[in-house]
């Protein structure tokens, strides 16, 4: 998982949507898209619990979970990402952390 400091970290990652279970996020044009690929080849490989869908050309990656014992594994995601707790809203308004 994205759970060491990410190459991908800080590369221009915003906060789309975010739920316990799903989170959406675009990069800027001049992200690292290579790396965020290999990334998720890795994590698709690992962590099957993940859907993982990937937009190239959009620059959006949504990924999810069915299950909620798999929140933290998702918020490491967010972590990694530099999407911390203070920016991630839930739908209902609340924060995650």
């Not at 739920?19 to 099957?48: H, I, K, N, S, Y």
């Amino acid at each position: 998982m994205f759970l060491c400091p990410s190459p991908i970290s800080g590369s221009g990652a915003s906060l789309v949507e975010r739920t316990p279970r799903r989170l959406v996020v675009e990069f800027d044009q001049g992200a690292e898209t290579a790396l965020l690929e290999e990334a998720l080849a890795v994590e698709r490989e690992c962590c099957p619990f993940f859907v993982l869908d990937w937009e190239a050309s959009r620059g959006r990656l949504t990924a999810s979970i069915a299950h909620a014992e798999h929140e933290p594994a998702l918020n490491a995601i967010a972590y990694a990402l530099g999407l911390g707790a203070g920016t991630q809203r839930a739908a209902s308004g609340g924060l995650w952390p």
